[in-house]
């Protein structure tokens, strides 16, 4: 599932994603080991590195020149991973993405019909690899992001069900859930607050891809299904792949569940908002690390991307799910992620190949970063 404008105020403080929801589980009891086995985690990292070195491409991307978004994806992972931008195959992997940076500020080929979600990738590895020197691409980049946000300035009111979202480039289209997603990464890795304007727009387009109806959604979907969960986009061409309820309800499932989750704890929300409670009701009734829920094997890699980052995000533990039992939740998805891991190092969706999952590249750079979310929380 590939999922995107300068300010001349930003907030000093980082997004407010720093919460105790005690609705999910309270924090670990004295003592107590969390997460994988540490050599465990570290012989499964090593192997995905070496997978990822050795199916680089002599330009320094992966799998193909014409989609940066997957190489970026790539060198975040092994970034994630512990390597540093100093590797001689992360060094040329952001050469490579540094060359790409347009005029007008988007970080992809000039031909690429993805840009946004492109430069939100990019935008997120180079401020990872470092903020400062790439300070000038990072900020053209974070204006280009920022106008394709659905608003005003394209004629779309708040009223709108698209407004506040963004798509897969400035050539039209309808924006998604998904991309709003790596839109707010973008944002936050480039600096920008809870309190941004940028942010608080798209805040207003997650909440209408949620199935609740409240004060911030009005939309026909709302309350058809009403379970807190989410789905892929809202507006006149509203969907969910996860289909449809004989009232033409959309289903929500796993990965934009946690995207809209962890979107909305980057905008400032905590425990208290409805919305939140709503969304923590689903993930409880719902967790699972076999299968993305109510949609399987289909986008399962970028479900546990999601899972470990929004989890993460959230601060906590444990979570407990809706019949009472508290879940480790870094321990069971690292185990479970030790398991699928191919011989020579790598991950690959061999159930569905929907959204690129059957590539190696792509799948391995999603776990990689999923598993930096499972080490063990510092003390």
Same mark, same amino acid.
């Given at each position: 599932?590939?999922?995107?404008?300068?300010?001349?105020?930003?907030?000093?403080?980082?997004?407010?994603?720093?919460?105790?929801? #005690?609705?999910?589980?309270?924090?670990?009891?004295?003592?107590?080991?969390?997460?994988?086995?540490?050599?465990?985690?570290?012989?499964?990292?090593?192997?995905?590195?070496?997978?990822?070195?050795?199916?680089?491409?002599?330009?320094?991307?992966?799998?193909?020149?014409?989609?940066?978004?997957?190489?970026?994806?790539?060198?975040?992972?092994?970034? *994630? #991973?512990?390597?540093?931008?100093?590797?001689?195959?992360?060094?040329?992997?952001?050469?490579?993405?540094?060359?790409?940076?347009?005029?007008?500020?988007?970080?992809?080929?000039?031909?690429?019909?993805?840009?946004?979600?492109?430069?939100?990738?990019?935008?997120?590895?180079?401020?990872?690899?470092?903020?400062?020197?790439?300070?000038?691409?990072?900020?053209?980049?974070?204006?280009?992001?920022?106008?394709?946000?659905?608003?005003?300035?394209?004629?779309?009111?708040?009223?709108?069900?698209?407004?506040?979202?963004? +798509?897969?480039?400035? +050539?039209?289209?309808?924006?998604?859930?998904?991309?709003?997603?790596?839109?707010?990464?973008?944002?936050?890795?480039?600096? #920008?607050?809870?309190?941004?304007?940028?942010? *608080?727009?798209?805040?207003?387009?997650?909440?209408?891809?949620?199935?609740?109806?409240?004060?911030?959604?009005?939309?026909?979907? #709302?309350?058809?299904?009403?379970?807190?969960?989410?789905?892929?986009?809202?507006?006149?061409?509203?969907?969910?792949?996860? +289909?449809?309820?004989?009232?033409?309800?959309?289903?929500?499932?796993?990965?934009?569940?946690?995207?809209?989750?962890?979107?909305?704890?980057?905008?400032?929300?905590?425990?208290?908002?409805?919305?939140?409670?709503?969304?923590?009701?689903?993930?409880?009734?719902?967790?699972?690390?076999?299968?993305?829920?109510?949609?399987?094997?289909?986008?399962?890699?970028?479900?546990?991307?999601?899972?470990?980052?929004?989890?993460?995000?959230?601060?906590?533990?444990?979570?407990?799910?809706?019949? +009472?039992?508290?879940?480790?939740?870094?321990?069971?998805?690292?185990?479970?992620?030790?398991?699928?891991?191919?011989?020579?190092?790598?991950?690959?969706?061999?159930?569905?190949?929907?959204?690129?999952?059957?590539?190696?590249?792509?799948?391995?750079?999603?776990?990689?970063?999923?598993?930096?979310?499972?080490?063990?929380?510092?003390?």
């Amino acid at each position: 599932m590939l999922l995107i404008p300068l300010m001349n105020r930003r907030s000093l403080r980082p997004f407010a994603a720093v919460l105790v929801l #005690a609705t999910i589980a309270g924090p670990a009891f004295a003592g107590e080991t969390l997460g994988p086995d540490p050599a465990q985690l570290k012989k499964s990292r090593e192997k995905g590195i070496e997978f990822l070195k050795n199916s680089q491409r002599e330009d320094g991307t992966w799998t193909t020149p014409d989609m940066i978004g997957i190489s970026a994806l790539c060198v975040h992972g092994l970034m *994630q #991973a512990g390597v540093p931008a100093s590797d001689p195959a992360v060094a040329k992997a952001l050469k490579k993405i540094e060359s790409l940076a347009q005029e007008d500020g988007r970080i992809c080929s000039a031909k690429s019909r993805i840009a946004g979600y492109e430069t939100a990738i990019c935008v997120m590895v180079l401020s990872s690899a470092d903020k400062e020197k790439y300070k000038p691409l990072i900020d053209k980049a974070d204006k280009f992001l920022r106008g394709l946000q659905f608003d005003e300035s394209k004629g779309v009111e708040k009223s709108d069900a698209r407004y506040g979202g963004t +798509g897969y480039g400035p +050539g039209g289209g309808r924006p998604d859930l998904s991309n709003t997603v790596f839109l707010l990464e973008a944002l936050q890795a480039s600096g #920008a607050g809870a309190n941004d304007p940028a942010v *608080q727009k798209a805040l207003v387009f997650v909440s209408r891809c949620q199935n609740l109806e409240t004060e911030f959604n009005q939309t026909p979907p #709302a309350p058809k299904v009403n379970d807190g969960g989410f789905f892929y986009t809202a507006g006149e061409k509203a969907s969910s792949p996860a +289909g449809k309820t004989e009232d033409g309800g959309l289903r929500s499932y796993g990965s934009m569940t946690y995207g809209g989750f962890k979107s909305m704890l980057y905008a400032g929300l905590d425990e208290k908002d409805p919305r939140v409670k709503a969304a923590l009701t689903w993930i409880r009734k719902n967790y699972t690390v076999e299968e993305n829920p109510s949609y399987g094997d289909n986008g399962l890699y970028y479900y546990y991307y999601l899972f470990a980052k929004a989890m993460a995000a959230s601060k906590q533990d444990r979570l407990e799910d809706a019949k +009472g039992n508290k879940h480790d939740w870094r321990k069971e998805l690292a185990e479970h992620l030790f398991k699928l891991q191919q011989e020579n190092g790598s991950w690959l969706n061999s159930k569905s190949d929907r959204y690129f999952e059957a590539n190696p590249d792509l799948v391995t750079a999603y776990v990689l970063t999923a598993l930096k979310q499972c080490e063990a929380p510092s003390k």
